[in-house]
C-alpha cells in the first residue's frame, strides 16, 4: 500500500489514447502475447494460457526509470525497470487468450501506464517454441522519467525511502532479483547496485 500522503502525479500523455492504438494494432482476432522483464514475471495479475522463457534483442533491463506512483511518490521518487534500447533480454512471455486479452489490457494499463510513461510496443520474442510478437514496455533516454546514472549516495537514499502504492523500491529490486537468479538469469549490474542498500 501507499504512504498516506500519496497522490498520482498528472499523466504525460493520453493513456486512453495509447490504449486504443495498441488494441488497434493487436488486432482482437488472436490470443495476445505480453513480455515480462521485471515484476510482471513474479507478479503478472492477469489470466494466461501459456508462459514462455523469452529473449528479445535491441533492448536490455535497466532500473533506470523514475516511479512517482507504483514505487515512489512525486515527492520521493523511487526506481522501476524499463526496457532500454540496446542488448538483449531474457524474461517470460505470457500468451493471454484472446477472450480474456482485453480485461488483461486495461489491467496492464492500470498497472503500467497511470501516468503514460512507457512507449508500449510490439517486440520479436525468442522462445523455445518459436518467436512470437509480443507487447512490451520501454522507454527512451530522452523520457524525462529515464535517471541516467545514479550515484551511489542517490541509490541509498532511493532505496532507503522510496515507498509507492506497490511498496518500496528496495522489495521490487529484491524480488526481481530473487527471481531472475532462480531462473538463471544473472543481473550482474541489478546485484552491484543492491549492494548500496
Known amino acids: 500500500m501507499s504512504d498516506p500522503g500519496f497522490r498520482f502525479p498528472p499523466p504525460l500523455r493520453d493513456v486512453q489514447a495509447m490504449l486504443a492504438a495498441t488494441r488497434q494494432q493487436w488486432g482482437g482476432q488472436c490470443d495476445l502475447w505480453v513480455f515480462g522483464y521485471a515484476s510482471l514475471i513474479w507478479r503478472p495479475e492477469f489470466e494466461y494460457a501459456e508462459r514462455r522463457w523469452a529473449r528479445i534483442h535491441g533492448y536490455h533491463r535497466a532500473l533506470k526509470m523514475w516511479s512517482r506512483v507504483n514505487r515512489g511518490t512525486p515527492d520521493c521518487p523511487g526506481l522501476v525497470f524499463a526496457l532500454l534500447q540496446g542488448g538483449s ?109
Open 89 to 197: 533480454c531474457r524474461g517470460v512471455a505470457y500468451r493471454i487468450a484472446r477472450a480474456q486479452a482485453d480485461e488483461a489490457l486495461e489491467r496492464l494499463w492500470l498497472r503500467e501506464m497511470p501516468t503514460g510513461v512507457y512507449d508500449p510496443r510490439w517486440l520479436p520474442c525468442t522462445t523455445e517454441h518459436g518467436q512470437v510478437q509480443a507487447l512490451a514496455f520501454t522507454l527512451s533516454r530522452r523520457s524525462p522519467n529515464y535517471t541516467g546514472e545514479l550515484q551511489a549516495e542517490r541509490l541509498r537514499h532511493i532505496f532507503a525511502h522510496a515507498r509507492g502504492r506497490y511498496g518500496t523500491t528496495l522489495d521490487y529490486a529484491r524480488q526481481t532479483y530473487e527471481c531472475l537468479r532462480q531462473a538463471g538469469i544473472q543481473d550482474h549490474l541489478l546485484q552491484r547496485m543492491l549492494r548500496h542498500a
